[in-house]
């Protein structure tokens, strides 16, 4: 079958640009709809990835670590990323992936290269407030 109809059960880690507002926005929008509780999140400059052989190209990318070893960057983790949220989001990203590899990085590029100028910049490096249940879901 060339399409799933379920959505992928195995846990990942997101890390993101924890300087960027942007990103701080996208994660608090994932955290509330992973109803599957199966994403934890971590800055890109944070302590969890320094504990992973995982290479960080930049700053401007997102990485998925999904558990089972695979590591993805950019337009693969964001697909994979909204793939784990279940429903219409799982949806949404099979189409997405549908555009050839190429054209979605080129787009994710655009995206992350005017994110600041779209949300702005967290100086001070905080977290995103997130409800009490959920803040387990944020590794350092």
Not at 19 to 34: Q, S, Y
Not at 50 to 60: A, E, G, Q, V
Not at 72 to 81: R, W
Request: hydrophobic fraction near 45%.
């Amino acid at each position: 079958m060339w399409f799933k109809t379920s959505h992928p059960k195995t846990k990942a880690i997101l890390f993101y640009d924890g300087t960027c507002a942007f990103c701080h926005a996208i994660v608090r929008f994932v955290v509330l709809r992973d109803k599957h509780d199966l994403l934890t999140f971590s800055s890109l400059q944070g302590e969890t990835i320094k504990k992973t052989n995982i290479k960080i190209p930049d700053f401007d990318t997102i990485i998925l670590q999904v558990h089972n070893g695979e590591t993805l960057y950019k337009s693969d983790a964001a697909i994979a990323l909204f793939e784990r949220l279940g429903g219409v989001w799982f949806i949404l990203a099979k189409i997405v992936k549908i555009i050839p590899k190429i054209i979605r990085d080129i787009m994710y590029a655009f995206i992350a290269k005017i994110r600041y100028k779209l949300a702005g910049k967290i100086e001070d490096k905080t977290c995103p407030l997130l409800p009490q249940n959920y803040q387990s879901k944020i590794l350092l």
